[in-house]
Nanobody
């Protein structure tokens, strides 16, 4: 049974930082590209960042480029999202996801999802 478990969300003031983690079990970690996506109230789920199976290639939404960094530790079966210079528009539930082979910016293309972690940025 595949499980993706996010942690690290919370409440932070604008300009602050958070680091999200997502631990995976039940899958061959190295076969899967990983992504972070988010959903704000009343909005559709949107792509945030993705990383390939080896960790050598990444992709980011324009809205987070230069502020967020995705990384992975294959030895720990964990993917991370370092979020800096947060602003209220980053408030959302953040989901980690796994997609076999190649990463994608299309949320519908991911095979497995975590339960989400809330990130709230106050102004």
């Amino acid at each position: 049974q595949v499980q993706l478990v996010e942690s690290g969300g919370g409440l932070v003031q604008a300009g602050g930082s958070l680091r999200l983690s997502c631990a995976a079990s039940g899958l061959t970690f190295r076969r899967y590209a990983r992504g972070w996506l988010r959903q704000a109230p009343g909005k559709e789920r949107e792509f945030v960042a993705a990383i390939d199976r080896g960790g050598g290639s990444t992709d980011y939404a324009d809205s987070v480029k230069g502020r967020f960094t995705i990384s992975r530790d294959n030895a720990k079966n964990t993917v991370y999202l370092q979020m800096n210079s947060l602003n209220p528009e980053d408030t959302a539930v953040y989901y980690c996801a796994a997609r076999v082979w190649n990463y994608s910016d299309r949320s519908g293309s991911y095979d497995y999802w975590g339960q989400g972690t809330q990130v709230t940025v106050s102004s």
